[in-house]
Structure formats: structure tokens, C-alpha cells
């Protein structure tokens, strides 16, 4: 049976391999660690003891074909501290935008990266207030949970899970 266990890692080729490296570090908190001998230079990063985003350094170039082709448009992680974060991005002049989507608790702060990808920062907000939710639920981090869903939907989603045999682990 085929099946996904996660987001293994984003891989990022880049003329820019210093300043791309001081990005992650600064604005994720992910940390250069242990890489295999390859041919090109780069930095595996890690979150904790996983290795999530590969940098492989490039020669320098022009860049892709304007418009959207073919390409990764973003990737995500769920975060904490809205306030804190916001500030930040501020402070290093990156750019960024916040968004509001869908009927879920989450709000969002996109932020370029430099070489023009995007990651998507969600916090975890209370309707009604605005503000982020502390504390927060049991397995916040799992999506379905965050969404507002219908008697019939939230029975299908429990249904779905009670015949899922390795359920998302806690962290």
C-alpha cells in the first residue's frame, strides 16, 4: 500500500548558498548539521534530528522564465509565536505578507526567501479575539483538527482515522 509519513524535505538549489543558509537559520530556527560526501556544495538542515531542507549550492545564473512554470510555489510549517515572528521578519526587511484563508484557525505570514521561494509560517488563532491561542489544544498540529467542519464531515474525518493503522505520533 502506498502511503506518505510526512514532508521528508525540501530540497533548494541556490546561487545564493550563505545568505540562503542564514535565512533558515534566522527566520525557521533550522540548524546546519550532518551531510553526506556529494559533489556540490550545500547544508542539509535540520529541525530537531530531521534534516528537512537540503542546500546545494549552484553556479550563479539568471534565474527561471517569468511566471508560474513548473515550480515549487511554497512549502509550510506549522509555528508559534505570531507576535515574536511578525517583528522579526520585520527587523531583517524580508519580504512577507500575512493572509487570512479558508475556515481554518490558522493565519499566515508568507515570506520570501532569497532566492524568491516562498514558506508559509501558520500560527494557530482564536476567532474571536485575533489573537494567538494559547494554550492550545491537544494535537493542534495535526490540520483536520483546525478546521471547522459539519457533524457529517467530523464523523467521516473520526471514521477515516479510527481505520488508519499508524496514526500521526505526538511530538
Known sequence: MRRTMGLHHVNIETCKLEET????????????????????????????????????????????????LNRIDHWASLAEGYDETVAFVKSKGYLYREADIGDDHLKRVFVKD????T???????????GRELTP?????????????????????????KARTKDPVPAE
Do not use: C
Request: no cysteine; net charge negative; aromatic share 12%.
Open 21 to 68: 543558509r542564514a535565512f533558515y537559520e534566522d527566520v525557521v530556527g533550522l540548524k546546519v548539521g550532518p551531510r553526506p560526501r556529494l559533489s556540490l556544495p550545500g547544508y542539509w538542515m535540520y529541525h530537531g534530528a530531521q534534516p528537512v531542507l537540503h542546500l546545494i549550492e549552484i553556479p550563479a545564473n539568471d534565474g527561471v522564465p517569468a511566471g508560474r
Open 119 to 129: 514558506i508559509e509560517l501558520a500560527f494557530l488563532m482564536d476567532k474571536a479575539t
Open 114 to 117: 532569497p532566492n524568491g521561494a
Open 136 to 160: 492550545k489544544p491537544e494535537n493542534w498540529y495535526i490540520g483536520a483538527k483546525l478546521y471547522e467542519l459539519d457533524e457529517a464531515a467530523n464523523k467521516a474525518l473520526e471514521d477515516f
